[in-house]
């Protein structure tokens, strides 16, 4: 048989049975939309294909069936060739329905898909949380929804350029409190609830919004768990410690514009998590495996604690910050340090430039390139400090460009960018 007729095959039996699990009874789940990746994490996501969750083995369907009792040899013959003929979306949706037929399939499949870093690819929604390719930046774009204050992070060149094989990567909404602003980032554009299982973090903002901290529903890894210090409410009586809110992965700030002088903003981005070796040849960045799902709901207050003070731990604090560089040094971790590369003031056109090399096209104050940023002690390379690690800016209304390389992964370049679109009268 050709390998395009298992492909189809594999195609029509998941979805007759993620048919008959739509219309089995007793059964809400609402109709993703087909740019959407299915997000993992122990519940079972309808799609196409059926339902697909490479993190948990809830969602994986029986070891029954023809496909099921394939030889191991044979089985990763075939996902290693659709693997190597879908190195981009849509085509890349025939390996994600070799992980949705069996737990067999499945293995085997999450064997043969390398991480960003390694094949350049995103196929999962856990490679959404994973470093992206050191050679080449992976390219995306941003599309801002004004009316209903969301955001949507697509990759792609462009909207004009990819059209409908776009793919939706991530989501986010604008959420404005009296004393912060908040970005709640999601897998899908319909569910922002940090109690859903599509919740991946979020961005919260101070007053000013001149300082930012990025909170990730998961630690990067076990080992940085202490690091990332989680931001939840303790209580003396009912301490959740199995349920944080999330963790503080990243801070920036954007530096105040006291004078009123022209200029782009200047920003710095701290990543606690990623250690300032990463950059370095031979270094590594922190890559989970598998995406978790965390508690976010409060825990219900027990008659004994009445009258009892919790205590909040938040990463927007300096106090809370500074604990959380300590424990870093602690383990020999400099953070690596974004700054956002200072651009030249061009005479003829009256504004500042970057060579942005044609993915900008729109003059506008969010526009930056950020880049790493290290003491003369650490005896980083020129040629490291001039790479750049991560690009935003403007193409067109509401429409923006990212692109984001090692050691960022999506999420984190995400998340950065947002901070962008908040209001800042006093950075500019």
């Given at each position: 048989m050709l390998f395009k007729g298992v492909v189809r095959e594999i195609r029509d039996t998941m979805g007759?049975?993620?048919k008959g699990r739509i219309n089995g009874k007793g059964m809400n789940h609402h109709r993703r939309g087909r740019a959407h990746i299915a997000p993992e994490g122990g519940s079972e996501v309808p799609t196409q294909w059926g339902s697909c969750s490479p993190g948990d083995d809830s969602g994986v369907n029986e070891q029954h069936g023809l496909w099921a009792t394939l030889p191991p040899e044979l089985l990763r013959d075939i996902v290693q060739r659709i693997e190597a003929r879908g190195t981009s979306w849509p085509a890349r949706r025939d390996v994600v329905a070799c992980a949705a037929v069996c737990r067999s399939w499945r293995e085997i499949t999450k064997e043969i898909v390398k991480t960003p870093e390694q094949c350049c690819c995103l196929t999962f929604p856990i490679s959404l949380k994973q470093p992206g390719p050191r050679d080449s930046p992976i390219q995306c774009f941003i599309k801002r929804e004004r009316a209903t204050s969301t955001f949507q992070l697509y990759l792609g060149l462009s909207p004009a350029l990819s059209g409908d094989m776009s793919k939706l990567l991530l989501a986010a909404k604008k959420v404005r409190k009296a004393t912060s602003t908040e970005f709640r980032i999601s897998f899908v554009g319909t569910d922002f609830s940090q109690a859903s299982r599509t919740f991946v973090g979020k961005l919260r903002s101070n007053f000013l919004g001149t300082k930012f901290s990025i909170h990730d529903n998961q630690p990067p890894c076990p080992e940085l768990q202490s690091i990332c210090m989680p931001r939840r409410k303790?209580?003396?009586v009912q301490a959740p410690s199995s349920c944080p809110r999330g963790y503080g992965v990243a801070t920036i700030v954007y530096e105040l514009n006291v004078l009123r002088t022209r200029g782009p903003r200047r920003m710095r981005c701290?990543?606690?998590t990623?250690?300032?070796?990463?950059?370095?040849?031979?270094?590594?960045a922190p890559t989970p495996t598998e995406l978790t799902h965390i508690c976010t709901e409060q825990p219900s207050r027990s008659p004994s604690s009445k009258g009892k003070k919790t205590v909040i731990v938040d990463l927007c604090s300096s106090s809370s910050l500074s604990d959380s560089m300590v424990a870093s040094e602690s383990v020999?971790?400099?953070?690596?340090?974004?700054k956002n590369k200072a651009p030249r003031w061009h005479e003829q056109l009256q504004c500042w430039c970057l060579n942005f090399k044609g993915r900008v096209t729109v003059a506008s104050v969010k526009n930056f390139q950020l880049v790493?940023?290290?003491?003369?002690?650490?005896n980083l390379p020129p040629e490291e400090q001039e790479k750049v690690i991560l690009q935003f800016g403007k193409i067109g209304k509401d429409i923006f460009t990212m692109d984001y390389r090692y050691p960022l992964s999506a999420f984190q370049a995400f998340a950065i960018c947002l901070s962008s679109f908040d209001t800042k009268p006093a950075c500019e």
């Open positions: 007759s049975k993620s303790i209580n003396p701290t990543m606690q990623i250690p300032i070796s990463s950059v370095l040849e031979g270094g590594t020999g971790r400099d953070p690596l340090v974004l790493a940023h290290a003491e003369p002690s650490l």
